[in-house]
T-cell receptor, first 115, second 113 residues
Framework: DSGVTQTPKHLITATGQRVTLRCSPR?????VYWYQQSLDQGLQFLIQ???????AKGNILERFSAQQFPDLHSELNLSSLELGDSALYFC??????????????FGEGSWLTVV | DAKTTQPPSMDCAEGRAANLPCNHS???????VYWYRQIHSQGPQYIIH???NNETNEMASLIITEDRKSSTLILPHATLRDTAVYYC??????????????FGKGTLLTVNP
């Protein structure tokens, strides 16, 4: 158990809909990261927040957005869903905001299936 | 940007040491090398990281060459539960003072009985 909690574990929704994935970081961790893993793309970095502020952005679509709240939990919002958005979405957390010897720990992911 | 190159797959006999190589020839002087593994769609699991010196923990050892252009992850006594995709990662500059950890395709290690 990494200490990173993600909900829901599984989600099935229809195209055009909107969903919210939630992440609770490890106790004491200020950074939250979101990754997407689909069968043909591997693990893709989406976005990072540190103490409520966006720190780094990856291949995140405009239909997707994220935020980190004052209690440090984070939500990833996916809207106008398409079949290709079906994937495993991982949240990770770390104490610091960079990667200079900083370890990040991953949750078990949220399986999203768009039908 | 530093990138890594790993063999797509490797086999190892149970109980033997598994040596997983990684090339990171463009790594800069202050970049750490990280190793993670992923067991069939579970969350990636942190294994070890290092900068210049060799590192060891309860899971594995990391050997980094003196020129830092390559490294080897060693699982000293592989078990069937070590079958997984192993990722060697260095951070990638994403603008300003921001970086990200970018995962490649990794090495699928299969431990055989």
């Amino acid at each position: 158990d990494s200490g990173v909690t993600q909900t829901p574990k599984h989600l099935i929704t229809a195209t055009g809909q909107r969903v919210t994935l939630r992440c609770s970081p490890r106790s004491g961790d200020l950074s939250v990261y979101w990754y997407q893993q689909s069968l043909d793309q591997g693990l893709q970095f989406l976005i990072q927040y540190y103490n409520g502020e966006e720190r780094a952005k990856g291949n995140i679509l405009e239909r997707f957005s994220a935020q980190q709240f004052p209690d440090l939990h984070s939500e990833l919002n996916l809207s106008s869903l398409e079949l290709g958005d079906s994937a495993l979405y991982f949240c990770a957390s770390s104490v610091a905001r960079g990667f200079s010897g900083n370890t990040i720990y991953f949750g078990e992911g949220s399986w999203l299936t768009v039908v | 940007d530093a990138k890594t190159t790993q063999p797509p797959s490797m086999d190892c006999a149970e109980g033997r040491a598994a040596n997983l190589p990684c090339n990171h020839s463009t790594i800069s002087g202050n970049e750490y090398v990280y190793w993670y593994r992923q067991i069939h769609s579970q969350g990636p699991q942190y294994i070890i990281h290092g900068l210049k010196n060799n590192e060891t923990n309860e899971m594995a050892s990391l050997i980094i060459t003196e020129d830092r252009k390559s490294s080897t992850l060693i699982l000293p006594h592989a078990t069937l539960r070590d079958t997984a995709v192993y990722y060697c990662i260095v951070r990638v500059h994403s603008g300003g003072s921001n970086y990200k950890l970018t995962f490649g395709k990794g090495t699928l290690l299969t431990v055989n009985p």
